[in-house]
């Protein structure tokens, strides 16, 4: 726990009134974000004497957590949670609708798809505050050696023919790999998503619940991460069941791969490791444009005692003032469509930042849809399986799409 904001303490201690309405906040463990959470939080408590709000840590794996929470009708008042986990709880009422305290102006600020995320027919069980997605990472030396100019802008973004061929020249030059993706473990195997989207399929069909893996185009796009391992292009240590934590970025850092996919995440440990060393180019493209769905709403959850007043705080932390600042401070990209890098004001890398927050354009709201529908999680865990199958060889990309529609259908049907 992060603590009770100091307002509200010192309320129940001066002899006012000790019937404070307590509200609760659980958010990963991220310093920054909490001590962004916890001003945001004082700033309320001043404005609604008589109550308080603590900010918490979020501990463990996410869903035995928040289900072992829920159950006691314990689980916080607010939770943070990613595009990824919302959708089992939207759909089993463990989320509170937040129509009627967020502004009707905040829908015109947000694309569809992001908009998306929280909204379902019955109403509105989350709202987006901020995101990121995966661009293309490039060391400036190895793209110097093999004589590459890396785009600048979407349009001109490397298409998976030119990207492969420019990944074997970078393995040449490191003598290891040409590219690594950026997985931090099973449960982020959704990442390697927008790839199928490139290439025109989809992951579930337009309902967001219908297996759809078994189309041409999703098979393609098997085939080509196949190509990835089979061509010595990738680590086989850097697969989305394996190799735990950020792989792809250990291995840019040491010299062993000339690009990487990933998130905004790298940014810090690059600077700190291999300062003016790397650069950013658009996420690489097919028939279709399509990155990575990245970031965390904001949710109300059926524990909350004063579900008013946690959906009002919800409606002010992702008011565009306060994404603002809580994406300064953390150095987040924000999910409002108005916002751009200049008005973050982000201390370095403006550039790339913008780069990130232009390539959340490109995520389609049939990946979004898939992503936040009530059987996700566990198709996630399908997906992991076959992914590695596929690109290990075990399995022919269309042995694969096959089983996978399979297990796929299995979850689904219940």
Wanted: with cysteine.
């Amino acid at each position: 726990m992060a603590g009770i904001s100091a307002v509200g303490a010192l309320a129940a201690c001066s002899g006012e009134p000790t019937d404070t309405t307590h509200l609760r906040l659980s958010s990963w463990n991220i310093p920054l974000d909490l001590e962004s959470y916890q001003r945001i939080a004082d700033e309320f408590v001043a404005d609604h004497p008589g109550t308080s709000v603590a900010v918490e840590v979020t501990t463990g794996q996410f869903h035995q957590w928040f289900i072992t929470r829920l159950a006691a009708d314990l689980a916080p008042d607010i939770i943070r949670i990613t595009p990824q986990q919302i959708g089992r709880y939207a759909a089993n009422g463990s989320l509170v609708d937040l129509s009627g305290a967020v502004p009707e102006s905040y829908r015109q600020d947000y694309s569809d798809a992001f908009w998306a995320i929280g909204e379902r027919e019955d109403g509105l069980y989350g709202v987006f505050q901020h995101t990121d997605n995966f661009v293309t990472y490039y060391r400036h030396d190895v793209m110097e050696t093999i004589g590459v100019t890396p785009p600048e802008t979407l349009q001109e973004a490397w298409t998976w023919d030119e990207f492969l061929e420019i990944a074997g020249e970078a393995k040449k030059v490191t003598g290891r790999y040409g590219f690594g993706f950026g997985w931090t473990g099973p449960e982020t195997a959704y990442r390697w998503m927008p790839l199928i989207h490139q290439n025109g399929g989809t992951f579930l069909g337009d309902d967001g619940e219908t297996p759809s893996m078994n189309s041409p185009e999703a098979v393609e796009a098997l085939a080509f991460g196949r190509r990835w391992y089979a061509d010595g292009l990738v680590s086989p240590g850097n697969m989305a069941k394996s190799g735990g934590g950020d792989v792809a970025r250990n291995l840019f850092l040491t010299g062993q791969i000339g690009l990487m996919l990933n998130n905004p995440e790298s940014i810090a440990q690059l600077d700190e490791e291999m300062p003016d060393e790397w650069g950013t180019t658009a996420m690489i493209r097919n028939t279709h444009e399509a990155s990575d769905l990245g970031g965390n709403a904001l949710a109300v959850t059926r524990s909350s005692k004063h579900p008013d007043l946690a959906a009002e705080l919800v409606a002010r932390i992702t008011s565009r003032e306060k994404v603002i600042e809580f994406c300064h401070h953390g150095n987040w990209l924000p999910a409002r469509a108005s916002l751009d890098a200049d008005d973050i004001g982000y201390s370095s890398h403006r550039e790339t930042m913008q780069r990130f927050i232009d390539q959340g354009s490109t995520i389609p709201i049939e990946m979004v849809r898939a992503q936040t529908g009530r059987y996700f999680s566990s198709l996630n865990a399908v997906f992991a399986d076959y992914l590695d199958l596929c690109f290990l060889g075990e399995l022919s990309p269309d042995e694969t799409a096959r089983q996978m529609m399979e297990a796929m259908e299995s979850v689904t049907d219940q």
